[in-house]
């Protein structure tokens, strides 16, 4: 079993796995989200590599530059089912976004 701390580190891990994998598919740049948080790029590369905790301050901003769903950073918040997007064209030129919920 896991102390606090240890499991603090962990979740500050897979948050910060979560940041870079969103900062990345998002085309910005550490500097760009240093900015965006009013921190250095040496801070936030250290909450990337869950070295340095953010505050859920600091989330939140990141969650929306980011266009992370918030949902991805809180475990359990949807415990009976697992949200997935699909796109699929419409017509041509246009795109319809469909969400499925999946009970099982």
């Not at 940041?19 to 801070?43: G, I, N």
């Not at 990337?48 to 939140?60: C, D, F, H, N, T």
């Not at 929306?64 to 359990?76: E, N, R, S, T, V």
Request: hydrophobic fraction near 45%.
């Amino acid at each position: 079993m896991l102390t606090v701390v240890e499991r603090l580190q962990q979740r500050n891990q897979e948050i910060g796995t979560l940041l870079v994998q969103a900062r990345k598919l998002q085309h910005r740049s550490v500097t760009e989200c240093a900015e965006r948080l009013a921190t250095s790029r040496r801070r936030y590369s250290a909450i990337e590599r869950g070295e340095a905790a953010v505050s859920a301050a600091e989330l939140e901003l990141l969650i929306d530059y980011l266009q992370i769903p918030a949902h991805m950073f809180w475990k359990g918040a949807y415990p009976q089912a697992e949200v997935q997007h699909l796109v699929v064209q419409a017509a041509p030129g246009k795109t319809l976004q469909v969400v499925v919920e999946v009970q099982g």
